[in-house]
């Protein structure tokens, strides 16, 4: 997210540039500051919308048969509800909306339908997870854009508690090199 949005201003200039955090119960404190950070460090109009209350009127609604801590499908509703958000502030003011998602993360399917993947343009569907660590790097080479704590934690999508990228994926160092090898080489 903060690649794409670093990229975004970049490209279009800080006056055409909304970011919008949505945190839930799982968002992490650093997750929200951070964002709040980098829309400083980007000067662009900023917007925290909780989904906390949204997200407990959809549970509440289809009760649960067997009892869960989390569940997957408690997982996309979040992705989902912060899409229809994007999708509403899109369509109300007639902005390109960007997915965030990268090239590991898709192409394995580390993503919600309807969810993340809203939106009118991948800014960075062709660019390995590893890349986009670079790339935030490189934006950060002559002063800091994106706050140091979003490039060196764990990557995680927060849908649940102490939830990590790796506990559904390989390393990316791993998986990158893996997708690199299938996709672009043709291999087994």
Known sequence: SAVTAALAVCALGKENVTGITMPSMYSSEGSVSDSEILAQN???EFLNIP???MFNSFVDIIPKKQVVAVDLAEENLQARIRANILMMHSNRYGHLLLTTGNKSELSVGYCTLYGDMCGGLAVLSDVPKVMVYRLAKYINRVNEIIPEDTI??????ELRPDQKDMDSLPPYEVLDDI????VEENKS
């Open 152 to 157: 060196i934690k764990p990557p995680s999508a």
């Open 42 to 44: 980007l000067d662009i």
């Open 179 to 182: 997708l690199k090898m299938f």
């Open 51 to 53: 989904i906390i209350t």
